[in-house]
């Protein structure tokens, strides 16, 4: 692939002279091009691409890098510095903590809930769940069954109800039997459906207003499939319940889930939890550092 | 009508470049960049962005460009046109059985739209006079029979289950035996969704493909996947050869690029868009709205379409002899309103002119009626009066103003408007550009 910008070339050029003579053969065009590649193919793109490259480009005249391996090593520090720096941790140190769970159709926030309870569990902590997915068939029973498989309880109104509804009882039960953790479930929404933007509001109104100070985290779930939309969806969503994290879901298949580092760079959101899988077990704390490796693999310093 | 960036982009990329000659190395090269730019934005992998803008570099270089576009619409056209013909040229129809029921399955990557799928294919076919009939086949994710059943009870559609235990091979099997025997004539089979290197789980669709043979195997595809969805895609056609592609959630903005990718390398077309969360939101998918989707301007794509449909070039030659001429006559006037109702608005004949700053197309409106008026006034003028309209006197403008059902009023206006018009042709003629262009359809009521 060509390179991602005309400057780049140029630099790129100026680089190789400085370094002809040692590094002639070993820092060679085609690794630069198999580094741009591989963030593009992670999903990461163009923009922070470019942004990594810089980055890593600078070091590289700096002199901080003097092979192939080096730059690698540098490549996977500059990327892994690009995640927003803020804590990654759950905030449950409110009684309850309440978590509002939020984004697109099908990107795994149910399933997640299920397991965020599971894990709270093990910690010795009360979760309760709450069905504010009133809309997709089945939504409610869905949740229902992570709550029996976790052992907690789940608040639920019927089908068609009002959002707002079920999490102002939600909120209410969970203060009443004393829950450590109120975790609220909402069904999926595009960010381009206005109407369904503003229900979110309005749930996040009545979570502010019935507990003050909540909703203590608003995540948001991102598919590890997703493209250059997962950007777009992040800022709607930001702006609309003022998102404390991001959810990336589906780790366990092929897809890099380059985007989250799109999303966090370029929203300044941090990353908080990954999904790998569909059991109750399957989630994990982010690593910066282990998800940058992870992100570019070991064949990409060969020729 | 709205430029969108990419193209504002290629306008630019083409700057400098006089409206008419070839594309030139240095041209394609940069409008090249631009166009690679815009399909990684719009998730399309990055091997098939390399072919393909590899392909259309080839074909511009050199290219000559039609008189009636800019460059930059000119290469837009061979990139659309390359684009569609990626898209499209696969038949987006179902196959189905002589021998009832037609077995449909849809595969696909967990909550990519599967269930919604068969519920939406389901009301498809009912609208079509079938009698479909759905299988329950996921078995794993909580409540997704759960799920089908509520989608079909919906509609009226019969389900077939076996509750969460049994294996999602014998409930295919019997699955098909059922709707045979309730005389259901196509049977969609909803499975659980799966990692395509889930080998446990691939092997499963195998042994149901095996087992009932489906007519069609449908991988459903979300319009926002990114880069993956190629080895998604080739992993699903390798273990299960599917025949076809259902892109869902094509209601958000998602570019869609991820269907280019599967097209690619699978050759498999995309038969089917959902575009929402209702049942109906369903419908045969056109490769052209994606492909102008992809790149994200699809105005500037339909124009283009418009601009070579409608506008017959011979004809628009003596136009604009007549013009400089300055022998404009009334027929001249309606000949050029109907061929610009032919295209549609006024602003996209606007549009089309080079030159013009698309900023200042937007929010320009042209009230249709009034074109009616105008019509109706010059179809009551005698031929006579259309050649050499300054015999129009105060006894023949009360004709044509009764005969066309508008007021003299109004027909003043539209005299005074032709003289305006007559005389910016003649100043034309002379070379003399006039300030407003667009004053000639303005408004005569
Ligand atoms: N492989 C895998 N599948 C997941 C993961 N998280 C969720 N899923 C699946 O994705 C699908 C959609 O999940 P769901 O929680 O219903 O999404 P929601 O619509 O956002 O609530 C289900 O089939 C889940 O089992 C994950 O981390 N890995
Ligand atoms: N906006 C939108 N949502 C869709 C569309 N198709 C499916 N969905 C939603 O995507 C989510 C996952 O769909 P589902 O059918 O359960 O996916 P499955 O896991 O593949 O069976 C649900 O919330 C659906 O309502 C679509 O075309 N547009
Ligand atoms: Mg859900
Ligand atoms: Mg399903």
Redesign the interface.
Known sequence: ??Q?R?GLAKSRKALQQQFASVLFDRFDEDLWERIE?AL????V??DSTVSIVEALEEQANAGAIKDSAELLAKLREVTANHFCKADTRIDIAHRPAVILMVG?????KTTTIGKIAWHLKELGKEPILIAGDT?????I??L???GR?VGCEVVRHERGGDPGAVVYDGLAAAEARGADVAIIDTAGR????VNLMKELEKVRRVIEKRIPGAPHESLLCI?A??????L?QARMFKEAVELTGVVIT?M?????G??ALAVSHELDLPIKLIGTG?RLESLQPFDAVGFAAMLFDESLGRR | MVFDSLSDKLQVAFDGLRRQGKLTDKDVERAAREIRLALLEADVNFKVVKEFVEKVKTRALGSEVLESLTPAQQFIKIVNEELTSLMGSASTKLTFSPRPPTVIMMVGLQGSGKTTACGKLANFLLAQGKSPALVAGDVYRPAAIEQLKTLGGQLGVPVYDEGDQADPVDIAKHGVSWAQDKGRDVLIIDTAGRLHIDEKLMEELVRIRQTVKPHNILLVLDAMTGQDAVNVALQFQERVRFDGVILTKMDGDARGGAALSVRAVTGKPVKFASAGEKLDSFEYFHPDRVASRILGMGDVLSLIEKAERTIDEKKAREMEQRLRKATFTFDDFLDQIQQVRKMGSISSLLGMIPGIPSAKLKGLQVDDKAFDKIQAMISSMTPEERRHPDIINGSRRRRIAAGSGTDIHALNQLLTQFKQVQKMMRQLGSGRVPKNPFQMFGNPS
């Open positions: 692939m060509a991602l005309e590649e593009i193919y992670a999903d793109g163009v697109v159709n099908g990107t795994g809309f997709r068939a089945a939504a029973e869905q229902v069954e992570w498989r595009l960010h381009t459906q598919d499939t997703t493209g250059q939309n997962g777009i589906k366990d298949g092929t897809a890099k380059g985007i569909e």
